[in-house]
């Protein structure tokens, strides 16, 4: 039986997304609901894969199930492909199974040629309409299919609408716009060294083509790594009778959401252009108009998209995103799909869907991606710096948050600047998808054109990034690289603020304020809370770091680093004191001085973090870090010490490692200085005892870092065993606490059984467990890892991403070994990746029993537990 690579719109439903693309998919599924969808045909997923197995090419076989479709469509229309007399023409789109707006490419119009174009002309008598939809498709077509720049066109259409005083495509008739489509031929030919092609069969041919390459185009592979998307899943073509916008002031096409995808407000929101094509509108080619003002000119139209847009939320139970295009007073649906839209939007829409009874709890816990709640977590504009700034200009607010950084205006520049740590807008006339890269590295995006379904305004929601669109009161000369507001010129040495919830542009730093997460946000979190039954611990090393966290739902902190404590400027001193100290009297005098010091400060987290655990790991310093460099500091140490400036340089020098992160740290100090850990261990006890005395009961969890043999952590251990011991019999009472270990050495993992069997606790030190594993440096890596994911040799960056084949696995056998030794054995993982979704939701099921992870990552890592609980729960 011959392979079925093609499905009519009428064959396929909403479950073949896989193979028939999200957009192909939505497609067979709404032509079987009875909407008003443009006949047509999808080219599979499995198509694309082939083609590639193809040497790039379609195959007989392919060609003639494409022939057998067309005939179809052709019944279907009353229509001929390739007519001169009343042509049959098709658009071209790619549908992949996760959407991806914007990425890869689509054409309009195909099947026009000369001929085509006057008979167009004389059926519907309407000249103007058939060149507009000619020089559409020239410069479409170019453009996708043989990769020609679209500005060697646009600057044609420019110099004719100069030639005739106007400012809109619309003011252009049919006479200036036949000169428009011989002049675009021309620059087809010069480039091309051939006319443009007048057969429509090999214009459909190439077009197919160029979607399927699209797939692997630069831009949709940069998005599918930012988005998790399978590289494998190609992408379908669709097919699809043309329905036209641009036939006059009763046609026109838009971009709508079922509701607003900024705010997650329950009413429509979008944008339409009349007597326009779809590109128009999310190109910002012109201002497109509100949807709400449809029900003006067309009242009609507008209650049957708002009856329709209403049909498709319930029948898909989440929010959509539809193109429409209105051919003289009719409706027709071109597209739906589940919309892109920020992270607030996202909670707001899903808490008020259980309100609504379309979804219940579980279901709105698994509808938000763990990732887009970043969103959510990152600063605004204070109140304060928004009432003492005006703004210079006003654009739309796209994308909530707020941005601050210096002018980049390419996106090159944008990626150049950021990756030697500085703050960047990217500031553009209006974004393109080549423009992604930059979009990624910047902190904010403004663009002077372009709606609120601009190419800018969707994927930087998509991003969680601050985006104001549309800014018509700022003129952007990318060319000679200034961007002029109210008069001034900005070049990339200056400074922008933009409010994305707002729209409004200040020039300056303003000063920014961490957000408040209650009322919806604090609902749906309490469903998180409900359904999850791994613990979310932070990463804290101040009461600032502990506070924020706790307002993000910390359960505790799993990672205290006391070495984080110690470069404020009258403790660092101290520290270098002690470690450059020539005899143990001079160390002791410096560890008297930290004791107190290090006293308070877990005093104060304990006492912010009441009852609630707190795991402190011991001194973990590459000794780098904290020696002196300067000539002044050296000579002030070198009097308090009573040491020659000399003998100090030379103990300087003895110290220094060819690399530290394996060198001289974590608990090899303690070997050779037991004084430092015992000084740390009495300062935990008796930090946590004066909390006993405020009545909040505390149970100290004292981590012993790096260890990978059991004789060296027994060691360190019976030391501060010891120490704690002298503090209950000089205090005259005793308190609980816990002894643990971290687990980020490979023979740590490799011999848990015995170290489980001196421990209470495992936590898992994921970043160094991933630089020793893969023997990568943690600091150096960068400088060649994305040539490594650029030549797929890593599916992920292993310092992002966890990997469980390499790392998962010592992980798993320190938790299958440990266990086995200990049954009573907590576990945890403090390295960063504890906050990244998909090692939460692994790590779930290896058995930890929490989490840690910075402060704004911690309602992410919440989130993806429960996920995770709910969909695959682990015996209790």
């Known amino acids: 039986m011959t392979e079925k690579y093609v499905y009519n719109f009428n064959e396929g439903d909403k479950d073949m997304r896989s193979l028939l693309g999200g957009k192909g998919a939505n497609l067979a599924e709404m032509t079987n609901m009875g909407i008003n969808v443009p006949y047509g045909f999808t080219v599979t997923t499995e198509a694309c894969a082939r083609f590639y197995k193809e040497d790039k090419k379609i195959w007989e076989d392919l060609k003639k199930e494409i022939t057998n479709h067309i005939k179809d469509l052709e019944e279907h229309n009353g229509k001929t492909f390739g007519s001169t007399e009343d042509p049959l023409l098709v658009s071209v789109r790619s549908g992949a199974p996760i959407s991806m707006p914007g990425m890869m490419d689509t054409i309009l119009n195909l099947g026009l040629n000369d001929d085509a174009v006057i008979g167009l002309s004389k059926k519907t008598n309407n000249e103007r309409f058939a060149y507009d939809s000619y020089r559409r498709f020239i410069q479409m077509f170019a453009d996708v299919a043989m990769g020609i720049n679209k500005n060697n066109f646009e600057k044609v259409l420019s110099a004719k609408k100069d030639e005739k005083g106007v400012t809109e495509d619309t003011e252009l008739d049919a006479n200036d716009l036949k000169d428009v489509v011989e002049k675009y031929k021309k620059v087809y030919k010069d480039i091309e060294g051939e006319d443009f092609p007048q057969e429509p069969r090999e214009q459909l041919d190439k077009a197919i083509t160029a979607v399927f390459a699209s797939w692997n185009n630069e831009r949709a592979i940069l998005y599918r790594r930012l988005n998790d998307i399978d590289d494998s899943m190609g992408t379908a073509v669709n097919v699809q009778s043309m329905v036209f916008g641009n036939m006059g002031e009763t046609s026109g096409t838009g971009v709508a959401f079922s509701r607003n995808p900024a705010t997650g407000e329950n009413k429509l929101f979008g944008e339409y252009l009349m007597n326009a094509q779809g590109e128009d509108v999310v190109a910002g080619v012109r201002t497109p108009k509100e949807i709400a003002t449809l029900k003006d000119s067309l ?22 995103d539809m193109e429409f295009t209105i051919q003289e007073g009719q409706l027709f649906l071109l597209q739906t799909r589940n919309g892109k839209r920020t992270a607030h939007a996202a909670v707001k829409v899903a808490v008020d869907m259980v309100h609504e009874g379309l979804l219940n709890e579980k279901e709105a816990v698994l509808r938000i991606d763990p990732k887009d709640l970043d969103g959510l977590l990152h600063p605004t504009l204070s109140q304060k710096s ?11 607010a796209a994308s909530p948050g707020a941005a601050v950084g210096y002018i980049a205006f390419t996106a090159k520049e944008a990626k150049k600047r950021a990756a030697k740590g500085i703050d960047v807008i990217l500031v553009r006339e209006e974004t393109s998808p080549e423009d992604l890269e930059g979009m990624v590295s910047a902190v904010g995006i403004l663009t002077a054109r372009g709606g609120m379904t601009s190419h800018a305004a969707v994927v930087a929601r998509g991003m969680g990034k601050c ?16 961007v002029r507001i109210d008069g001034k010129k900005y070049s990339d040495q200056d400074v922008l603020s933009i409010d994305g ?33 791994m613990k979310v611990r932070t990463n804290a090393d ?3 770091d502990a506070k924020q966290a706790l307002e993000f739902g910390a359960e505790g902190i799993g990672l205290c680093r006391t070495e984080h404590m110690f470069f404020k400027a009258d403790r660092i001193f101290q520290v270098r004191k002690m470690i450059l100290a020539h005899n143990f009297e001079t160390r002791k005098e410096a560890l008297d001085k930290i004791l107190p010091m290090q006293e308070d400060d877990f005093y104060q987290i304990y006492s912010l973090m009441g009852e609630r655990p707190v795991t402190v790991r011991l001194l973990d310093p590459p000794l780098h870090e904290f020696l002196p460099r300067g000539q002044e500091e050296i000579r002030t140490l070198a009097e308090d010490l009573n040491m020659e400036i000399s003998e100090v340089k030379k103990r300087i020098l003895d110290l220094e490692e060819v690399n530290p992160m394996l060198g001289f740290r974590g608990l090899r100090l303690g070997v050779r200085y037991p004084e430092i850990s015992k000084m740390q261990a009495r300062a935990i006890i008796q930090a946590a005892m004066h909390c006993h005395e405020d009545g909040i009961n505390v149970v100290p969890e004292i981590m012993i870092p790096l260890s990978s043999d059991v004789k060296e952590l027994a060691y360190v251990k019976a030391q501060v065993k010891e120490e704690i011991e002298k503090v209950f019999e000089e205090k005259g009472k005793k308190i609980d606490y816990l002894l643990g270990t971290m687990i980020e050495i490979p023979r740590a993992a490799i011999t848990a059984d015995q170290i489980g069997e001196i421990t209470d606790f495992f936590s898992f030190g994921t970043n160094d467990l991933t630089q020793m594993t893969f023997g990568l440096s943690r600091d150096d890596a960068g400088k060649f890892l994305d040539l490594y994911l650029d030549k797929d040799i890593f599916a992920k960056d292993p310092f992002q991403v966890l990997d469980q084949k390499g790392v998962g696995f010592l992980v798993e056998t320190a938790v299958e070994r440990g266990k086995k030794a200990n049954p009573n054995l907590h576990l945890g993982i403090c390295g960063e990746h504890g906050g990244e979704p998909t090692t939460v939701k692994y790590l779930y099921n290896v058995g930890l029993d929490y989490v840690s992870c910075s402060p704004f990552r911690v309602p992410i890592a919440k989130l993806a537990a429960a996920q995770e609980a709910i969909e695959h729960p682990r015996n209790k």
């Open 299 to 320: 009242p009609e139209v507008f209650n049957q998209f708002h009856d329709t847009a209403e049909k498709l939320e319930q029948h898909y139970k989440d929010m959509q």
């Open 386 to 396: 928004i009432k003492e700034n005006e703004p210079v200009a006003k654009g739309l």
């Open 467 to 482: 985006c104001v669109s549309g800014a018509h009161e700022i003129y952007v000369n990318e060319d000679e690289r200034f």
């Open 501 to 533: 919830s707002t729209g409004n542009i200040y020039v300056g730093a303003l000063e920014t304020e961490n957000p408040k997460l209650e009322g919806t946000f604090g609902e749906f979190m309490s469903w998180v809370d409900k359904y999850r039954d």
């Open 542 to 544: 101040t009461p600032h």
